[in-house]
């Protein structure tokens, strides 16, 4: 083999290594490129999967954020509308205490009380009474109480009457009764008038009396002592009184 032809043949298999080389070396590099693509592809949806997680997770929480918010404003509201409604209820609890501040007013000015229609019975502490023997009517005795108190006071009934000694008092006319309670005014006096005895002298176990006790009603515990004559005034088993009444001439009409 000549010179020229070993010379031909070392460059030709050197071309050829060169192009195997070549291809060897585009292969490698498209491998990388295409791994290199690859990585960046998985590296690129990696972010933005995390941004799609981190924007869910943020949209989420902005949607819990104002699902919160509103939840809060509900709240809020509602604690708006509680404060109000304690509010309303509470100035309705003044306009209730102003109402009973209305009955108290009502309460404090009772016409009934002033009125004076419901006065305390008279007593003996703040009465005077006094025992009149009078003409007309024959046998007929006449009880003056006045009030000497501060107060009204009622004389209820009719008196309970204790002549001297008696063991019993004498009953009522019942025709007597009058339309109303007699109320005594500071001043006034009430009356009742006492029958003694039958003026005919049909009445029987008559005597003597020299003392008189009379007690307000048939209620009362503590009786007046009014002064009777010297001589005594003289009672038999006919004894009536009459109911108290407001003025002398009805006392003394029966």
């Not at 031909?8 to 192009?19: D, E, V």
């Not at 799609?52 to 809060?72: I, L, Y």
């Not at 009445?203 to 006790?213: D, F, P």
């Not at 005034?233 to 002398?248: A, E, F, K, L």
């Amino acid at each position: 083999m000549s010179a020229r032809t070993r010379r031909t043949r070392l460059l030709f298999a050197s071309a050829l290594a060169a192009a195997a080389l070549t291809l060897t070396a585009c292969d490698s590099s498209g491998d990388l490129h295409d791994e290199g693509a690859a990585a960046g592809s998985a590296a690129t949806q990696a972010p933005t999967a995390s941004a799609a997680h981190s924007s869910g997770a943020s949209g989420g929480g902005s949607a819990d954020s104002a699902d919160g918010a509103a939840g809060g404003a509900a709240a809020s509201n509602g604690a708006t509308g509680a404060r109000h409604s304690s509010g309303a209820k509470g100035s309705s609890g003044s306009t209730g205490s102003q109402g009973a501040g209305g009955s108290s007013g009502v309460k404090g000015a009772p016409g009934s009380n002033g009125a004076g229609t419901s006065s305390a019975r008279c007593s003996v502490s703040a009465t005077r009474t006094t025992a009149t023997v009078v003409s007309r009517p024959l046998n007929h005795l006449l009880l003056t109480v006045t009030n000497t108190g501060s107060k009204n006071c009622d004389l209820l009934y009719y008196p309970a009457v204790r002549f001297g000694e008696a063991q019993s008092v004498p009953a009522a006319y019942e025709d007597s009764k009058p339309q109303a309670v007699v109320t005594l005014a500071p001043g006034e006096s009430g009356y009742a008038g006492v029958r003694l005895s039958a003026g005919d002298g049909s009445g029987s176990h008559g005597y003597t009396a020299k003392s008189l006790e009379v007690y307000f009603d048939t209620g009362a515990n503590t009786a007046a002592r009014p002064s009777l004559p010297a001589k005594g005034v003289y009672v038999d088993d006919s004894i009536r009184v009459s109911y108290w009444q407001s003025t002398m001439d009805d006392a003394l009409n029966w």
